[in-house]
């Protein structure tokens, strides 16, 4: 149980272009979704908490109108990235988390490659 | 941003040999949680260890957590060469952050 997927696993696209990565929970309605984003060699920095129904919660340093995420129903977030440059190629993860509890699932990561 | 350290960043040892790996957090957490990940790839979850807990164990793996020192550290006994990869701690509450990692390398 408990199973976080994303799609696409990867991706590339072309500088300026729109990118949509999906985060969904299979089996557990997730109240709560986050997404992180990893550069190379470097550690995983939370991009930005979405709770089902409202409007991300973005960390310090995090351009909101980059990185539109919506968590539009219980099983599903979307994380666009809007004007891709190539400082925007990164691995990005997301994790889904019950109501209630404090565990998180993680997904297994989107690299996306901005040429 | 990221909630703390993690010592060393890097550690190579031989195969047979033990890996210790320290983190060290900031704020007050509900568990603490290590994770392994290889190059380019996904996070697999190691073990959790909540705030109310001291030590556990789980196969050659064994965590210790002092609160107090916001501190825990991750035991790796009778390393194998498979065993190469990063890993992290992460600690939660509200949300999940993570540690700057250590690159562990096993030589055969």
């Known amino acids: 149980g408990a199973v976080v997927s994303q799609h696409p696993s990867w991706v590339i696209c072309k500088s300026g272009t729109s990118v949509k990565i999906e985060c969904r929970s299979l089996?557990?309605?997730?109240?709560?979704m986050f997404w992180y984003r990893q550069f190379p060699k470097q550690s995983l920095m939370l991009m930005a908490t979405?709770?089902?129904?409202?409007?991300?919660?973005?960390e310090q340093g995090v351009e909101k109108d980059k990185f539109l995420i919506n968590h539009a129903s219980l099983t599903l977030s979307t994380l666009t990235v809007t004007s891709a440059h190539p400082e925007d190629s990164s691995f990005y993860i997301c994790?889904?988390?019950?109501?209630?509890?404090?565990?998180?699932?993680f997904g297994p990561g989107t690299r996306l490659t901005v040429t | 941003s990221q909630q703390g350290e993690e010592d060393p960043q890097a550690l190579s040892i031989q195969e047979g040999e033990n890996a210790t790996m320290n983190c060290s957090y900031k704020?007050?957490?509900?568990?603490l949680q290590w994770y392994r990940q290889n190059s380019g790839r996904g996070l697999v979850h190691l073990i959790l260890?909540?705030?109310?807990?001291r030590e556990k164990h789980s196969g050659r793996l064994r965590v210790t957590l002092d609160t107090s020192k916001k501190s825990s550290s991750l035991l790796i006994t009778a390393s194998r060469a498979a065993d190469t990869a990063s890993y992290f701690c992460?600690?939660?509450?509200?949300?999940?952050?993570f540690g700057a990692g250590t690159r562990l390398t096993v030589k055969p």
């Open positions: 994790s889904a988390r019950l109501a209630g509890v404090y565990e998180q699932y």
């Open positions: 089996d557990f309605q997730a109240t709560t």
């Open positions: 979405s709770n089902e129904g409202s409007k991300a919660t973005y």
């Open positions: 704020t007050s957490i509900n568990n």
């Open positions: 260890i909540r705030s109310n807990e």
């Open positions: 992460a600690t939660a509450l509200n949300d999940m952050r």
